[in-house]
C-alpha cells in the first residue's frame, strides 16, 4: 500500500474512533496511529472485526522507553490486515504506574508479549492472568531495558563449588572502566620509525 492508501486508511481509523485514536503518521511508508493506551482493547477489537480493515494478526507489543517525559513509555502494538496487505503501529503514552489494559481477550497471543513488556519495562498491564516476569529471574531487581538501568545490573550469579549452589552477590566491579590506557597499542602508542615510515609523503 503506497502512503495515499496509508493515510486514506489512517484518517479512516481515527474518524472511526474519535478520542480513541487521536492522530495518525506516515514515516518511512509505515502508519503509525497514536491513542488513548487507556482505550487499547476497544480500538484493537475494533480493528480486527471491522469488515473494512480485518486487522486479523497480532504481530507484537513492546514499549520505548523516554526517561525525560513525565509519561516515560510509549506502548506500542503492531497488527497486519491480510486482507488490505497492510500493517499498522498503535502507540499510547503511558507512565510507571499506568495501568494499560490487557489486550489477551481479542489476541490471545498477546499473552508473553505483554510478560516481556512488563519484566524488561516495567510496563503493567491489567486483566493479565499471569503478569509475572518471563525473560529474568525469580527476584530480578529492576527492569533491564529501562534507560536508567545500569549497564551492570545490580546483583551477579554464579555458580558456588563450596556451597555446591547458585548465590547472588552484589555486582563488584574489578576494573574501573572509566579509565583508559591511553598508550596501550590499540589506542596509539608512541613508537620510533618503522622500517618503510620514511617512504611517507612529506618525509
Known sequence: ?????LNALGQTIVDALPGAALTHAIA????TVAIDISKIVE???HLRDDPALRFVSFIDVTAVDHPGREKRFDVVYHLLSPTLNARVRLRGEAGETTQVPSIIDVFPGADWFERECYDLYGVIFTGHPDMRRILTDYGFDGHPLRKDFPLTGFVEVRYDDQEKRVVYEPVRLNQEFRNFDFLS???GADYPVLPGDEKRSGE
Open 1 to 5: 500500500m503506497d502512503d495515499g492508501g
Open 43 to 45: 480500538i484493537v477489537r
Open 185 to 187: 597499542p590499540w589506542e
Open 28 to 31: 518511512f511508508g509505515q502508519l
